[in-house]
């Protein structure tokens, strides 16, 4: 049953790991939506070149308007 007046994320971010970015099999993957488009941005090492990636699309994305 769902509880009235409450919401809830199906998936809890972790430690913060920032919008289109999320941890798996130790590596950092970053994704974006273009509209109802999901593009995959790849697999990185760290959390920054993850959100790196996500920053420059998302300004490529904005751009394209």
Same mark, same amino acid.
Not at 30 to 38: L, V
């Given at each position: 049953? =769902?509880?009235?007046?409450?919401?809830?994320?199906?998936? /809890?971010?972790?430690?913060? +790991? &920032?919008?289109?970015?999320? #941890?798996?099999? =130790?590596?950092?993957?970053?994704?974006?939506?273009?509209? /109802?488009?999901?593009?995959? +941005? &790849?697999?990185?090492?760290? #959390?920054?070149?993850?959100?790196?990636?996500?920053?420059?699309?998302?300004?490529?994305?904005?751009?394209?308007?």
């Amino acid at each position: 049953s =769902n509880q009235a007046g409450k919401t809830y994320n199906a998936t /809890k971010r972790k430690e913060g +790991l &920032g919008k289109g970015v999320r #941890k798996r099999f =130790n590596k950092f993957q970053a994704r974006i939506f273009d509209g /109802k488009k999901e593009i995959s +941005l &790849g697999s990185f090492k760290t #959390k920054k070149e993850a959100l790196a990636a996500y920053r420059a699309k998302s300004i490529e994305l904005q751009n394209k308007i």
